[in-house]
């Protein structure tokens, strides 16, 4: 072979690597992830967790609430934890996240973290990985789960846009269609209700003038109306009490399958939740998720771990904070 054909072969060859390079597809996230950079990282997160649930054992529903906030705006980036800085108005000022908890929990497990293994474990990953031990602590299911997100640098509040308590099952099912979430998804992480809890100005409307009829809301129980009503103040009172309801009345702090019966005996605190157990397209599965609790807990695994693939960032893109509050 000539030497021109061999320069001529070499810069091809380059050139294709270059190509490759730039089209291969961003770095997926992996099971195990941190087992060499910081082999303890799993394992701090879970006992941080596991000490602030010994004494609340209500952390998983505000841990998973913020999973779902922080993966549905610019993705699972951690750009939920971000604070107020200058004239920047962060996701965390918008109304739906202004109920939102846990931050503490993900300050402490950070700070340890740190401790250990200084700037190489990200907030989104932390986020995720203590979602997962709640959800275990709390009776649900233990699993594997991929890492390696690296945190966002970009929290706005004008970004927020997030299904409400009282929206429609096809609206809530549009808007998890835009994460690529389908509507076994949705019916399977709104399970997560089973440990959740809302505001009463959330729902009250049900229990006092639904869609201004002046009447309570046909598709809940008149029993838990009544019983509601005495904990729940009325939209048009002068009250500035906004107490907090359980979503699932009857084992509320168990992550199981009982949100899904509580459904079927209109028992549903939501809107959204109830009709799930009416609309043709999430009916079934309810029914399905209500008779076996195998059957949730499984979807619930995949469902969660596909979310927390949304617009993850990974390899070079993003950073790794080392405070969870504010970007390097």
Do not use: W
């Not at 099971?31 to 952390?59: H, L, M």
């Amino acid at each position: 072979m000539t030497s021109k054909y061999l320069t001529i072969m070499a810069l091809r060859i380059v050139k294709s690597l270059v190509l490759f390079a730039f089209l291969r597809p961003t770095l997926a996230l992996q099971v195990g992830f941190y087992n060499t950079k910081c082999p303890q990282a799993e394992s701090i997160v879970r006992g941080v967790v596991t000490s602030f649930f010994t004494s609340d054992k209500s952390i998983p529903a505000g841990l998973l609430r913020m999973h779902f906030h922080d993966c549905f705006v610019r993705g699972c980036d951690a750009s939920i934890l971000i604070d107020a800085k200058g004239n920047n108005v962060p996701e965390k000022a918008a109304f739906p996240n202004q109920s939102v908890r846990g931050f503490n929990i993900i300050d402490a497990a950070k700070a340890a973290v740190e401790k250990k293994c200084p700037s190489v474990v990200s907030c989104a990953d932390i986020i995720a990985l203590a979602t997962r031990d709640a959800v275990a602590l709390a009776g649900g299911p233990q699993y594997s789960l991929p890492t390696g997100r690296r945190d966002g640098n970009i929290s706005l509040e004008n970004d927020v846009d997030l299904p409400g308590p009282g929206s429609l099952v096809s609206d809530a099912a549009t808007a998890f269609s835009a994460k690529g979430l389908n509507v076994a998804d949705m019916v399977t992480l709104l399970g997560a209700h089973t440990v959740g809890n809302a505001l009463c100005s959330f729902f009250s409307d049900r229990l006092f003038s639904f869609q201004g009829s002046g009447k309570p809301d046909p598709t809940m129980d008149p029993a838990l109306v009544a019983k509601l009503k005495k904990v729940c103040p009325s939209p048009t009172s002068s009250s500035t009490q906004d107490p907090n309801v359980f979503l699932d009345q009857n084992t509320s702090f168990i992550f199981d399958n009982s949100f899904y019966k509580q459904l079927q005996l209109k028992h549903g605190i939501l809107q959204i939740d109830q009709e799930l157990a009416s609309d043709s397209s999430t009916k079934n599965l309810v029914t399905s998720f209500a008779s076996n609790g195998n059957a949730f807990s499984k979807s619930f695994v995949a469902a969660i771990i596909k979310m927390g693939n949304i617009g993850v960032l990974t390899g070079n893109n993003g950073e790794i904070r080392t405070n969870c509050r504010a970007v390097n």
